[in-house]
RNA sequence: GUGGUUGUAGCUCAGUUGGUUAGAGCGCUUGAUUGUGGUUCAAGAGGUCGCCGGUUCGAACCCGGUCUUCCACCCCA
């Protein structure tokens, strides 16, 4: 019985045109993860269960997708573990393994199990799928893909300069123009928590605050109230919902707020410093912006935070993000390493690229000519141009049979051939082929002799 | 994980208070056109109406379940 088929929710088919696409998204990162210094790395599919689990929080761990032993599992767990029936006891035991949620983490991982072979400072690339078990909605899937820069045994805010200059050079040569690279530092966060008395409170905090632009000030304010935060903490970081204009403006502002905090004042000259340093080199299209609101995921961060928006006129969320993180490697034990990294979401810059239309238009060009096939003999003729061509890099091909003319063209157009070589008998008569362009309709005899270059210019211009 | 939404031809979608052979546009195949595609004209193929069950004389339509899609939360790329 045939069945109907399917693909797990969250999860997709790529046509050869959507491959096309992806990949070149993918070449011009990775151009730039070289020529930024970064060596490619890469890391299992699955990891073991306790790598993962506990490092992205209880909602990261709820939406980690474990992989359940093999063989008798079910007789491994003792009965007082399996007649309680809790899944949340019962998992560990018969799911050894998960697959890898992120990156990072599996990064820190291979850092530290091979940190005796790596030349520090290392930067390292990664550009892999990763799962999570969360619900599907527009730019978010199952299996999607990371691309990740990191950079550790590196102190220097200098680091953080090159990650901003990184996204810049990226996305300007995606041709992405107008996005937004949002920065924010973990300790002017923290100084923040402090300042207004609730630093026990200051995840529930920076979660409410990082809402503000999406909710509004009213209903952050509603969140924080109902998290604990005083209506008197409230009120000294008023000033943060207003906070506007230009960075040194902003900082200023911050300055007077977090004049009593140590840790809040480190974090504002970290902004300081990296702000002027980006200013001094200057950014291609991208803008570097002070947002005090931005939180991100605090399980690791501790310096910088970034995060990327794409051009306002598209409804998209974050399509990278990244930041500093001293301690990551920590928890595998070893100790002051600093890492900071950053990450694009390659299915996001998709979605962005292909509804702003920006994907040149040869990207998914699969073929440049397609020779007509008339015959055996013809088709031999057509054959060793082929190869000349083939020589010169032009995709080309030979139709496989002696089709109708007509369908013959129609699969040309159909494939968004630019170029249609036709060697009938009559050309092969005369030593010549016919060379017609798709667009333009023209067509012209050349020499089955000739050199491709007499004509190669031709495709330079179209193809 | 919570609440909602969607599913009919390859694609985008119509489809009467439940009633006989379920439609359109685009696409596809063939022909007009035995050496010229995109435009045009004609003909044709293609659907157990997501799946399972229930109500009914009768279900694409009503009810339950399930899967899927998209959306808002949660969280996040």
Redesign the pocket.
Known sequence: MAQ?P?I????RDFSPAEVAKRNFIISTIKEQFELFGFQPIETPSFENSETLLGK??D??D??IFKILNSGDFISKVDDVTYSSKKSSSIAPKITEKALRY?LTVPFARYVVMHQNEIDFPFKRYQIQPVW?A?????????E?Y?CDADIVGANSLLQEVELVQLYDAVFTNLGLVGTVIKMNNRKVLSGLAEVIGAKHLLVDFT?ALD?LD??GEDKVKQEMLSKGISENAIAIAAPLFAMKGSATNQLKQLETLLQDSQVGMAGINELKEILITVGELGLKTATLQLDVTLA??L?YYTGAIF??AAPSSIKM?????GGRYDDLTGIFGLKDVSGVGI?F?L??IYLVLEELHLFPKTVDQSLQVLCLN?GEKEALAALKLISKLRGHGIKANLYPAAA????Q??Y???RNVPF?V?I????LSRNEF?L?D????E?KSCSLDDEPSSFLNEFNGNA
């Open positions: 109907k399917s797990p929710k969250g999860t992205y929080g909602e990261g709820r939406l992120d999570r969360d619900r599907p909605q527009k730019g978010r899937f199952r999607f990371q979660v809402k999406k909710i991100r995921g399980n995060e990327v969320g974050s399509i990278g993000g990450s979401g299915d996001r008339f109708k003319v007509q369908k063209f129609k040309a157009d159909k249609v036709i009938g008998a009559e050309e016919i017609k798709m667009v333009s309709g067509q």
